[in-house]
């Protein structure tokens, strides 16, 4: 492609207006050449038809001036809109339109980066539903495995029935909350999900959380602990998203411990409460850190899926704590353990 694909005609506006000038300036002077020569009345009629004359030709080139600037521009525009232009600074105007050609390269930055997204969004769209219909496939395909198996004749064996039910109870569950954790991340991302924001008691906020989840640390041997904090903070956030957020962390971190302690505590700087939440677990890996809040992004897909993992946790997590404008951090030691913390204000 040429360097530059676009050029105005040669007779720039300012070479217009310096020829009409020269021409009426030669004309003055004859005419005043002729004054002392002509009769007067003669030459006053003739300078008003020399004038009327030089009105009309320099409409007629004016306009054409014009008429070449609003096709080029035209071509300009169409060019950008059907995406057959390689560079912005292949959009060249004469220096009295260097503001609109200014404009118009700012419009097509704005233009690839619509194009760019859309076709980021439609990418993201197609791997989500991928993973979705991937995801609701297992469990509901493990349900009608066991429900056929019962309505053969496993219905009427007592050693086997009870135990396919629990089985298909247990798919039922995982389906239910999948489904739940695709509505709240849906409404996230569409910014249907209200925030109320408001000063909450960080403490009694996190020793209720921590109460909801003693017994499942009970269950695989694993201390629970919270460190206490200053009983009076108050942090800043949507307490019941927050909630939300907090319990995925906690719940993440007794799966991935078999052996140790889950801690939660507040690191409370100036003007900042950080809640952390830390494992003795099996860790992640230095190359899966980037991407553990992609949505389905499973560090250990069997192991997660064996402990009824969605593979949206950490998502929701994300995105309710941006919303807050704050980051979720992560540092974790591959086989040693994780610490997901996160910054409120005070």
């Known amino acids: 492609m040429k ?53 009309f030709i320099s409409i007629f080139f004016y306009e054409k001036f014009r008429q070449k600037e609003t096709k080029s521009l035209i071509d300009i525009i169409k060019t950008i809109r059907e995406n057959k232009l390689d560079s912005p600074f292949n959009i060249n105007l004469p220096p009295n339109l260097k503001e609109l050609q200014d404009e118009i390269r700012l419009m097509y930055y704005q233009h690839q980066n619509y194009i760019a997204n859309l076709k980021k969004l439609e990418r993201v769209r197609t791997e989500f539903l991928g993973n979705v219909s991937h995801e609701l496939r297992t469990p509901i395909f493990a349900i009608q495995g066991f429900i056929e198996t019962l309505l053969n004749g496993a219905l009427e064996d007592p050693k086997v029935n009870k135990t396919f039910l629990l089985k298909a109870a247990k798919h039922t569950s995982h389906l239910n909350n999948l489904l739940n954790d695709l509505i709240d991340i849906s409404m996230i991302e569409s910014g249907e999900m209200r925030m109320s924001f408001r000063y909450f008691n960080v403490y009694d906020f996190l020793s209720e959380i921590i109460k909801l989840y003693e017994e499942k640390a009970e269950k695989k041997g694993l201390k629970l602990s919270f460190y206490e904090c200053r009983k009076n903070l108050q942090l800043f956030g949507d307490k019941n998203r927050l909630k939300q957020a907090v319990g995925n962390l906690i719940d993440n971190a007794i799966k991935y411990t078999e052996l140790g302690e889950v801690k939660v505590y507040v690191i409370e700087e100036e003007k900042y409460g950080i809640i952390c939440v830390e494992d003795t677990g099996i860790g992640i890996k230095e ?16 192991r997660s899926r064996s402990q009824g993992g969605t593979g949206l946790g950490l998502a929701i997590v994300k995105h309710i704590i941006e919303a807050h404008g704050s980051k979720v951090d992560v540092k974790s030691e591959f086989g040693k353990g994780s610490v997901f913390s996160f910054a409120l204000k005070k």
């Open 3 to 55: 360097k530059y694909l676009f050029k105005m005609t040669n007779f720039s506006f300012d070479k217009f207006t310096k020829t009409l000038l020269l021409l009426l300036s030669a004309n003055i002077m004859f005419f005043m050449l002729l004054f002392f020569y002509v009769d007067k009345t003669l030459l006053a009629i003739g300078v008003i038809f020399l004038f009327i004359f030089c009105f």
């Open 287 to 302: 190359e899966d850190l980037p991407r553990i809040f992609e949505r389905f992004y499973r560090v250990d897909k069997e």
